[in-house]
C-alpha cells in the first residue's frame, strides 16, 4: 500500500497480483485481498493510516499476543452490535485509565451489573495487548480489526 498508494485502484490490484506468490494462494484468499484493498482506497487518509499503522503494530506481536489480540477481536465481533459498540466504548475508556486501576474497574459492582463475564473477558484480553496498539482519538470509533 506504500509503494503503491498513489496509483489508480486497478493498478493496485494488478501490482497485488504481481506480488511472489500471490498465485500460490487460494482462490478465496486472493479475492480477500482485492477485496480489502479496494476498501483500503475507499477510506480516508486518516482511516487508512490509522489501520495501516494498527496492522504494522500487530504483524510486531508475539504469536501468543496476536493470537489474544485475534481471540478477543473475534470474541467482541461475535456480540450483538450494540454491545459491541458498548464494549469498545469501554475499552476506550480503560485504554485512558491508569493500567494499575483497570482490573479493580474491571471487578467493579458496576462493571459486574453492565457486563457480562465474556464482555469483561473480551475487555481484560483487550486490554493485555494494548499498550502495543496504537491510540485512538476519542470521538474516532474504534475498528478494532474490522
Known amino acids: 500500500m506504500e ?15 504481481n506480488e511472489p506468490g500471490f498465485h500460490d494462494l487460494p482462490p478465496q484468499t486472493q479475492q480477500r485481498m482485492l477485496n480489502h484493498l479496494g476498501r483500503l482506497n475507499n477510506m480516508s487518509p486518516e482511516q487508512r493510516h490509522r489501520l495501516l499503522e ?6 510486531h506481536l508475539s504469536p501468543p499476543q496476536r493470537q489474544q489480540w485475534r481471540s478477543a477481536v473475534q470474541q467482541l465481533g461475535a456480540l450483538p452490535p450494540e454491545r459491541r459498540r458498548f464494549v469498545a466504548r469501554a475499552f476506550r475508556d480503560l485504554r485512558d ?6 482490573q479493580t474497574l474491571l ?3 458496576r462493571f459486574r451489573s453492565q457486563f457480562s463475564d465474556e464482555e469483561r473477558n473480551t475487555l ?3 486490554l493485555a495487548v494494548e499498550p502495543y496498539l496504537p491510540s485512538q482519538r476519542s470521538n474516532d470509533t474504534p475498528d478494532l480489526g474490522r
Do not use: C, F, K
Not at 494498527?54 to 504483524?59: K, Q, V
Open 3 to 17: 509503494r503503491h498508494g498513489n496509483l489508480p485502484l486497478a493498478q493496485q490490484q494488478r501490482e497485488l497480483q
Open 54 to 59: 494498527r496492522n504494522e503494530i500487530l504483524e
Open 97 to 102: 485509565t491508569p493500567q494499575s486501576q483497570r
Open 107 to 109: 471487578n467493579s459492582d
Open 124 to 126: 481484560s484480553n483487550l
